[in-house]
Nanobody, 125 residues
Framework: QVQLAESGGASVQAGGSLTLSCVHS????????IGWFRQAPGKEREGLAA????????SVHPSVQRRFTITQDNTQNTVYLQMNSLMPQDTATYYC??????????????????WGQGTQVTVSS
């Protein structure tokens, strides 16, 4: 069973930065990928970034690639999403998710089986 807990969401001004944290635990030690997703009101959930927890390989959606970075600290069982140059359209609830799959479409939400509760990011102009 995987447990995920996001934190770090806040209200910020456009142009600001935030770092979201996803603390994870996996009793089976079979978790392979952690992904970050977001969902704005009235919009579909979109994949932002993912990391292979075993080796650190990452993938980031081109739309945020210049502004968002995903990293991990395995000593803290935490995956981070560093977000810079935030814009009002980044306003959403941000979720981290975990997958046991060895091969997957890393930014597709249907590939992930475990989800955190989400953390709210609001960017004002």
């Amino acid at each position: 069973q995987v447990q995920l807990a996001e934190s770090g969401g806040a209200s910020v001004q456009a142009g600001g930065s935030l770092t979201l944290s996803c603390v994870h635990s996996d009793a089976s030690s079979r978790m392979k990928y952690i992904g970050w997703f977001r969902q704005a009101p009235g919009k579909e959930r979109e994949g932002l970034a993912a990391i292979y927890t075993g080796g650190g390989a990452t993938s980031v959606h081109p739309s945020v690639q210049r502004r968002f970075t995903i990293t991990q600290d395995n000593t803290q069982n935490t995956v981070y999403l560093q977000m810079n140059s935030l814009m009002p359209q980044d306003t959403a609830t941000y979720y981290c998710a975990a997958s046991y799959k060895r091969s997957l479409r890393t930014l597709s939400d249907y590939e992930y089986d475990y989800w955190g509760q989400g953390t709210q990011v609001t960017v004002s102009s």
